[in-house]
Structure formats: structure tokens, C-alpha cells
């Protein structure tokens, strides 16, 4: 199977996804992380970049509970919740929250501390997305 660039600049972090883990990008140059992928350093414009693990912890910036109105291909998710997490490994981005205990997103809250927690299974093939869940 031939990759685009996109895809094949991707596929460390979608097939890490898979096996329930989640990697970020590293600038060897200048030793800062990066989230999203990228073919060279947004801030050194070096190119040796390598991937490591993310610590998997952070701060949950803000959040959405999608309940009615689906975009096109999520009309089979609803009700289903997403939020920018911003890691501790001082990269942010967009992942999809699991429901708390009751099924429901109500103890959520922006600044609150969030755990990545990878989907397995069919859900983790049909989208691999970052999971993440209320920490403690």
C-alpha cells in the first residue's frame, strides 16, 4: 500500500493509537515536542525528528458533549464528547472523552487534570482518535 506524505507522516501515531498508546513528536535540535506531526520543527525548521512516548497526562482546556446534530459520519456516536488537552508534555490536542461513571459527561470541568485512556478494539480501528478520561 503507497502513502501519501500525509499518511505516512501519520502512521506512527495512529499505529500507536492502536496498540493503546500515545506518542508525540520530538525535535532532536532543539528538544521541544510537537503535536500535531510535522515533516520538519515548527520552531527550529530542523528536521530530525524522532517520536517518544507522551506522558499521557494534562489539563483539560475546554470540552463539547455533541448530543444532537452530528457532523456526517458521527450520527451513530451521539451523544459523544471531545476536548483540547493540553499534555504535560507542553503540546495540546484534540481528543474524545470518555463518559463518566453515570454515562454522562457531568463531572467534566475545563482545567480539570484528564488521563489518556486508548480505545481498543473496534472503536480504536473504526476511528483512532486519543481517549482520555478524568484522572485520579
Known amino acids: 500500500m503507497s502513502h501519501t506524505g500525509t499518511e505516512s507522516l501519520t502512521e506512527p501515531y495512529y499505529s500507536a493509537l492502536r496498540r493503546g498508546e500515545l506518542i508525540v513528536q520530538h525535535c532532536k535540535a532543539c528538544n521541544r515536542t510537537i503535536m500535531y506531526p510535522r515533516h520538519v520543527c515548527p520552531f527550529c525548521q530542523e528536521a530530525d525528528l524522532s517520536w517518544i512516548p507522551a506522558s499521557g497526562t494534562g489539563t483539560l482546556h475546554s470540552f463539547a458533549v455533541q448530543r444532537v446534530g452530528p ?10 464528547a471531545v476536548g483540547v488537552v493540553k499534555l504535560d508534555d507542553d503540546v495540546q ?26 480505545a481498543t478494539g473496534l472503536e480504536i480501528e473504526r476511528r483512532p482518535v486519543a481517549w482520555f478520561r478524568l484522572a485520579g
Open 93 to 118: 490536542l484534540l481528543g474524545r472523552l470518555w463518559p463518566d461513571e453515570d454515562g454522562d459527561w457531568g463531572r467534566y470541568a475545563c482545567d480539570a487534570r484528564v488521563v489518556f485512556h486508548g
Open 71 to 80: 457532523p456526517s459520519g458521527f450520527e451513530d456516536d451521539v451523544p459523544f
